[in-house]
Nanobody, 115 residues
């Protein structure tokens, strides 16, 4: 089992920055995937960024150049630094861990970007 606790969401003006953190506990491997998805009202959950094992990060097009994902393997923590935020980034952001076929989700943290 994996338990995820997210933090760092909030309200920010357009052009501002936020950093999300997700601390994972339980069965986490170096090879586990850790990342972030988001879900805006009325929309499907979508990938933001993910690090699979020790591979290079993968970003959604909407996140490239503005968001940076990083992972602290010893602490089983993943971060999402978000810069130049836009109103369309408003969503609930979910941390996720994948161990093979098993996927685990955090409770989500709200990010609201005002124009």
């Amino acid at each position: 089992q994996v338990h995820l606790v997210e933090s760092g969401g909030g309200l920010v003006q357009a052009g501002g920055s936020l950093t999300l953190s997700c601390a994972a506990s339980g069965t986490i491997f170096t090879s586990s995937g850790m990342g972030w998805y988001r879900q805006a009202p009325g929309k499907q959950r979508e990938l933001v960024a993910v690090i699979r094992g020790v591979g290079l990060p993968v970003y959604a097009d909407s996140a490239k150049g503005r968001f940076t994902i990083s992972r602290h393997y010893a602490k089983n923590t993943v971060y999402l630094q978000m810069n130049n935020l836009k109103p369309e980034d408003t969503a609930v952001y979910y941390c996720t861990v994948s161990n093979g076929p098993d996927n685990y989700w955090g409770q989500g943290t709200q990010v609201t970007v005002s124009s």
